[in-house]
């Protein structure tokens, strides 16, 4: 029987392909690679296989004399950007035997060189080959081009995600614009659910056909027969797509097993994404700490107190940091499962649990303490390994993990997670009792510049809202426009008027809080194109908001087409609260359903032919037709991003449900609250990086 096990090692399996090949060789690999790799064994794996060393993809490595092997690993097309890197690389260093892996299918360069005939073999890859014998010197040297999806990345047991993909995101009101702006008039498109694949730009079709070989590549791999759906006009795009891939046809008939597949588009909850009230350990390390450099998903911990090293302003730089990827420990991937998908309070337990086991394992002397959890108490638990370095390294995976949710405890940015969460409580019963302008002038009230008249000599108070979280905020509060009580249809007029000079006010103060910051966050770095504070023009970042709000005043719509799941909000009753009722618990709650009843907005996208005459027969028979619940095995794959609260939701749901049903999240990347933002307003959605 076919489990989510399955789905978790194909990864593992793709990258014993490339293993089989690194033996005694350079390997180079991009940085989406590099991910992937990171959580399925990481640069270990390669080591153990044999490599000689692991360098960046880049034009300013090369080898020796001594090292006459390399291996590519790239996530891109073989054109382009991509072929200039691998050449210089080649021409600066003395190869005789060259391997490339790329993880775009052969029939993916094909259509990127516009090539539509069927053809024998692998025409564009031989071609290659011959290429880097050339750049090597000599015909005779031995060259390999081959195509292996190392696309995936097992995060966890029920979590997938997929690297090369992070920046994929269903397009927004503004790129609808885009479309239409070269169309005739007659053929522009009404609404995004409109759009089909043929009129994406180029480099989106070829980034949703890379997504769908690799999806196909992972069904054939588990001999896996899929029933598609879909849920926003993004997903239903790539749920096409999959359904009438060439070669899924053929396993199709053949498969053994089967599942039902969801595609869901982020765009459908945005309000869950920028949201704090995730209570989740995962969630809170992700957004506090840094990022791994090059990484989307994995951020640094600071290893200094496993070492008997002084904190000096230097002392970072001499020590590597750790990660949150610890595949070779059974304990450590079990505390980094509760981390994800428990409850913060239970996950902070199960980590002091862990050091408190893996202390006594050990004999080290461990004060056992009882109540709150404290991160002085888990930092004096693990001070106790600097003395044994064999303890050290035997619990190294549940040590990274310990000092990451330490870190987090007593980080300077965690008090703003609070005080973001109470504004949003406060907004969320607002909206149920006031208009959107009445709520959107108490978020005006909070924009206060941190070098302001209120603000303290030191600047922003710890818990007080900065620009990023103010940025959050206004995300959070339209995506729910449309759930706030309606204007007098008589004041729509002066409303319309009223709003646009309220948002005008608030580009005013948002740009004034902006260029009083003395230090960009990563954010304000993406959103401005400023790196420092001092190439920051007042009217650069005035133009910045004000591209923000047109991109805000389309979010409150996203769910328009949808004919029954149309609102995550429930207004208060008068004794209970108004709350945010997540979008995935409603997709969970149909699919689940005693009754099995057809949802309308889960739109079946396997069926073709036969379920357009199904379609035609329903008008006067009763027509039965396919269900994501019918399946043993239920895949979702969330367009744009999951969140760890979500992942814990899924888990709850489907235990409360449909106990002993198998389901595994497959995402593009794994969020934090600020990913949002960079997703919606710096993003080129349209006109993905493609490597061309």
Same mark, same amino acid.
């Given at each position: 029987?076919?489990?989510?096990?399955?789905?978790?090692?194909?990864?593992?399996?793709?990258?014993?392909?490339?293993?089989?090949?690194?033996?005694?060789?350079?390997?180079?690999?991009?940085?989406n690679?590099?991910?992937?790799?990171?959580?399925?064994?990481?640069?270990?794996?390669?080591?153990?296989?044999?490599?000689?060393?692991?360098?960046?993809?880049?034009?300013?490595?090369?080898?020796?004399?001594?090292?006459?092997?390399?291996?590519?690993?790239?996530?891109?097309?073989?054109?382009?950007?991509t072929?200039?890197?691998?050449?210089?690389i080649?021409?600066?260093?003395?190869?005789?035997?060259?391997?490339?892996?790329?993880?775009?299918?052969?029939?993916?360069?094909?259509?990127?060189?516009?090539?539509?005939?069927?053809?024998?073999?692998?025409?564009?890859?031989?071609?290659?080959?011959?290429?880097?014998?050339?750049?090597?010197?000599?015909?005779?040297?031995?060259?390999?081009v081959?195509?292996?999806?190392v696309?995936?990345?097992?995060?966890?047991?029920?979590?997938?995600?997929?690297?090369?993909?992070?920046?994929?995101?269903?397009?927004?009101?503004?790129?609808?614009g885009?479309?239409?702006?070269?169309? +005739?008039?007659?053929?522009k498109?009404?609404?995004?659910?409109?759009?089909?694949?043929?009129?994406?730009?180029?480099?989106l079709?070829?980034?949703?056909?890379?997504?769908?070989?690799?999806?196909?590549?992972?069904?054939?791999?588990?001999?896996?027969?899929?029933?598609?759906? *879909?849920?926003?006009?993004?997903?239903?795009?790539?749920a096409?797509?999959?359904?009438?891939?060439?070669?899924?046809?053929?396993?199709?008939?053949?498969? +053994?097993?089967?599942?039902?597949?969801?595609?869901?588009?982020?765009?459908?909850?945005l309000?869950g994404?920028?949201?704090h009230?995730?209570?989740?350990?995962?969630?809170?390390?992700?957004? $506090?700490?840094?990022?791994?450099?090059?990484?989307?998903?994995?951020?640094?911990?600071?290893?200094?107190? @496993?070492?008997?090293?002084? /904190?000096?302003?230097?002392s970072?730089?001499?020590? *590597?940091?750790?990660?949150?990827?610890?595949n070779?420990?059974?304990?450590?991937?079990?505390?980094?499962?509760?981390?994800?998908?428990?409850?913060?309070?239970?996950?902070?337990?199960?980590?002091?649990?862990q050091?408190?086991?893996?202390?006594?394992?050990?004999?080290?002397?461990?004060?056992?303490?009882?109540?709150?959890?404290?991160?002085?108490?888990?930092?004096?638990y693990?001070?106790?390994?600097?003395?044994?370095?064999?303890a050290?390294?035997?619990?190294?995976?549940?040590?990274?993990?310990?000092?990451?949710?330490?870190?987090?405890? /007593?980080?300077?940015?965690?008090?703003?997670?609070?005080?973001?969460?109470?504004?949003?409580?406060?907004?969320?019963?607002?909206?149920?009792?006031?208009?959107?302008?009445?709520?959107l002038?108490?978020?005006l009230?909070?924009?206060?510049?941190?070098?302001?008249?209120?603000?303290?000599?030191?600047?922003? /108070?710890?818990?007080?809202?900065?620009?990023?979280?103010?940025?959050?905020?206004?995300v959070y509060?339209y995506?729910?426009?449309?759930?706030?009580?309606?204007?007098?249809?008589?004041?729509?007029?002066d409303?319309?008027?009223?709003?646009?000079?309220l948002?005008?006010?608030?580009?005013?103060?948002l740009?004034?809080?902006?260029? /009083?910051?003395?230090?960009?966050?990563?954010?304000?770095?993406?959103?401005?194109?400023?790196?420092?504070?001092?190439?920051?023009?007042?009217?650069?970042?005035?133009?910045?908001?004000?591209?923000?709000?047109?991109?805000?005043?389309?979010?409150?719509?996203t769910?328009?087409?949808?004919?029954?799941?149309?609102?995550?909000?429930?207004?208060?009753?008068?004794?209970?609260? *108004?709350?945010?009722r997540?979008?995935?618990?409603?997709?969970?709650?149909?699919?689940?359903?005693?009754?099995?009843?057809?949802?309308?907005?889960?739109?079946?996208?396997?069926?073709?032919?036969?379920?357009?005459?199904?379609?035609?027969?329903?008008?006067?028979?009763? $027509?039965?037709?396919?269900?994501?619940?019918?399946n043993p095995?239920? @895949?979702?794959?969330?367009?744009?991003?999951?969140?760890?609260?979500?992942?814990?939701?899924?888990?709850?749901?489907?235990?409360t449900?449909?106990?002993?049903?198998?389901v595994?999240? @497959?995402?593009?990347?794994?969020?934090?609250p600020?990913?949002?933002?960079?997703?919606?307003?710096?993003?080129?959605?349209?006109?993905?990086?493609?490597? $061309?």
């Amino acid at each position: 029987m076919l489990t989510t096990e399955d789905f978790t090692h194909f990864p593992l399996q793709m990258w014993d392909k490339v293993l089989s090949k690194v033996k005694k060789a350079v390997v180079f690999m991009d940085d989406n690679c590099a991910e992937a790799l990171h959580w399925s064994g990481g640069a270990a794996a390669l080591l153990e296989a044999g490599a000689r060393n692991f360098k960046q993809f880049s034009s300013f490595e090369a080898c020796g004399a001594n090292e006459p092997k390399a291996v590519f690993v790239v996530s891109t097309l073989l054109k382009g950007i991509t072929v200039d890197i691998i050449k210089d690389i080649i021409s600066l260093s003395h190869f005789q035997y060259c391997v490339v892996f790329t993880t775009v299918a052969h029939s993916v360069h094909l259509i990127a060189n516009n090539v539509t005939a069927e053809m024998e073999g692998n025409p564009v890859f031989e071609q290659f080959e011959e290429k880097l014998c050339e750049w090597m010197g000599n015909m005779n040297y031995t060259a390999e081009v081959m195509h292996v999806p190392v696309v995936f990345a097992p995060v966890s047991q029920q979590l997938v995600l997929t690297p090369m993909f992070a920046h994929l995101f269903p397009l927004l009101s503004p790129d609808l614009g885009s479309l239409n702006a070269n169309r +005739p008039e007659k053929k522009k498109f009404g609404s995004l659910i409109d759009i089909d694949m043929h009129s994406l730009p180029a480099e989106l079709q070829i980034e949703i056909k890379s997504l769908t070989s690799a999806l196909n590549a992972m069904f054939e791999a588990t001999g896996t027969r899929e029933e598609n759906f *879909a849920v926003g006009p993004m997903s239903r795009i790539i749920a096409g797509e999959l359904a009438s891939h060439p070669q899924a046809k053929n396993r199709r008939k053949t498969a +053994p097993n089967k599942a039902s597949i969801i595609f869901v588009d982020r765009t459908m909850d945005l309000t869950g994404a920028v949201g704090h009230h995730g209570d989740n350990l995962a969630e809170k390390i992700l957004t $506090v700490l840094k990022p791994l450099p090059g990484h989307v998903t994995d951020v640094q911990v600071d290893m200094l107190e @496993l070492t008997s090293l002084q /904190r000096t302003p230097h002392s970072q730089n001499a020590l *590597a940091p750790g990660c949150l990827a610890q595949n070779q420990s059974p304990a450590a991937q079990s505390l980094w499962e509760a981390m994800l998908t428990s409850k913060h309070k239970e996950g902070l337990m199960e980590v002091r649990r862990q050091l408190v086991e893996a202390a006594s394992k050990e004999k080290l002397p461990i004060k056992m303490s009882m109540g709150r959890v404290t991160p002085e108490q888990l930092c004096s638990y693990m001070q106790l390994f600097q003395s044994s370095w064999g303890a050290l390294e035997s619990h190294c995976g549940v040590l990274q993990l310990g000092l990451a949710t330490a870190q987090m405890l /007593r980080h300077p940015g965690l008090p703003r997670w609070d005080s973001c969460l109470a504004f949003e409580r406060l907004l969320l019963q607002a909206l149920g009792d006031s208009g959107f302008l009445a709520v959107l002038r108490q978020l005006l009230s909070l924009m206060k510049p941190s070098g302001g008249e209120d603000s303290s000599a030191s600047g922003c /108070r710890r818990d007080e809202c900065g620009p990023d979280e103010l940025i959050l905020l206004l995300v959070y509060l339209y995506s729910l426009a449309n759930e706030a009580q309606p204007a007098d249809h008589n004041a729509e007029g002066d409303e319309e008027e009223e709003l646009a000079k309220l948002e005008r006010e608030l580009i005013g103060a948002l740009t004034l809080v902006i260029t /009083r910051e003395t230090e960009l966050s990563p954010l304000l770095q993406k959103l401005t194109g400023c790196a420092n504070p001092e190439e920051l023009t007042t009217e650069r970042a005035h133009s910045s908001v004000e591209d923000m709000f047109e991109t805000l005043r389309g979010l409150s719509h996203t769910r328009d087409h949808l004919k029954q799941l149309r609102s995550v909000y429930t207004a208060s009753d008068g004794v209970h609260q *108004a709350t945010y009722r997540p979008f995935l618990r409603q997709i969970l709650e149909e699919v689940f359903h005693p009754e099995r009843l057809e949802c309308p907005d889960i739109e079946y996208m396997s069926g073709g032919l036969t379920d357009l005459l199904k379609t035609g027969f329903s008008m006067f028979m009763k $027509v039965s037709r396919p269900h994501p619940s019918d399946n043993p095995l239920l @895949l979702l794959f969330l367009v744009g991003g999951v969140t760890p609260s979500e992942l814990r939701l899924i888990k709850e749901i489907v235990t409360t449900h449909k106990p002993g049903t198998q389901v595994l999240v @497959l995402s593009t990347r794994l969020l934090r609250p600020t990913d949002i933002p960079e997703l919606l307003f710096t993003t080129r959605r349209l006109v993905p990086d493609i490597g $061309v």
